[in-house]
């Protein structure tokens, strides 16, 4: 079976300080990788999506960028986080053989900013 | 772009049927899922519509009507569990793979 998996789960980052999350999902090749994130008592904001190694699209400009080093591995950075990147962050994964199939979430990574 | 709509909050009761309403405007369309989220926690996957009708799963179903741009979750009998946030989320087009999610509905279970 597949499982995805991000860490750290959570962690306190100064301002301009840098990010660096986690995720890897195993029992499966070739995934469609997700970063989302949703602000406390919000929607989820779709980030970045991969479709395969080293192709990655952003959806929201900002100091936030995301690389797909390995086939299962999708990495969210940033070199100086801001107050306002205190979220909840959310890796997820899809099969790539379908456009349609089901988006699944990882624990979820809450980072605040002080 | 896509716009989705659903209430922020509902409060029934235990072992009662609740209904949790979801209507979408979208240039293109290829599916529309619900997913769970309890607080705190990363949302689960509950249902997956691409044609009309109801899809029945357990305790829960939802149904799509694609002309109307409308879906809903309907959830039977009630547990104090089911107490969560419940997400809509719509995926446009062919060849897009990422959803767009609406705010969710918090619903609350009470005894």
């Known amino acids: 079976s597949q499982t995805i998996h991000q860490w750290p789960a959570t962690l306190v980052q100064p301002v301009g300080s840098p990010l660096s999350l986690e995720c890897t999902v195993e029992?499966?090749?070739?995934?469609?990788l997700y970063w989302y994130r949703q602000a406390a008592g919000r929607g989820l904001q779709l980030l970045f999506y991969?479709?395969?190694?080293?192709?990655i699209s952003s959806e929201v400009p900002q100091n936030l960028s995301a690389s797909r080093p390995q086939d299962r591995q999708f990495i969210l950075s940033s070199k100086k986080l801001l107050l306002s990147d205190s979220s909840f962050y959310l890796c997820?994964?899809?099969?790539?053989?379908?456009?349609?199939?089901?988006?699944?979430f990882g624990e979820g990574s809450w980072l605040t900013v002080v | 772009g896509q716009n989705i709509d659903q209430p922020t909050e509902m409060t029934a009761t235990e072992g009662a049927i609740v209904q949790i309403n979801c209507t979408y405007q979208t240039s293109g369309f290829n599916g529309l899922f619900w997913y769970q989220q309890h607080a705190g926690e990363a949302p689960t996957f509950l249902s997956y519509n691409v044609l009309d009708g109801l899809e029945e799963k357990g305790r829960f179903s939802s149904f799509l009507s694609r002309s109307k741009g409308y879906s809903y979750l309907l959830l039977k009998e009630l547990q104090m569990k089911d107490s969560a946030s419940y997400l809509c989320a719509v995926r446009e087009g062919t060849g897009r793979r990422a959803l767009t999610f609406g705010s969710g509905t918090r619903l609350q279970v009470q005894p």
């Open positions: 029992g499966t090749s070739n995934p469609n």
């Open positions: 997820a994964w899809s099969e790539g053989s379908h456009s349609g199939n089901t988006i699944y």
């Open positions: 991969s479709v395969g190694i080293g192709q």
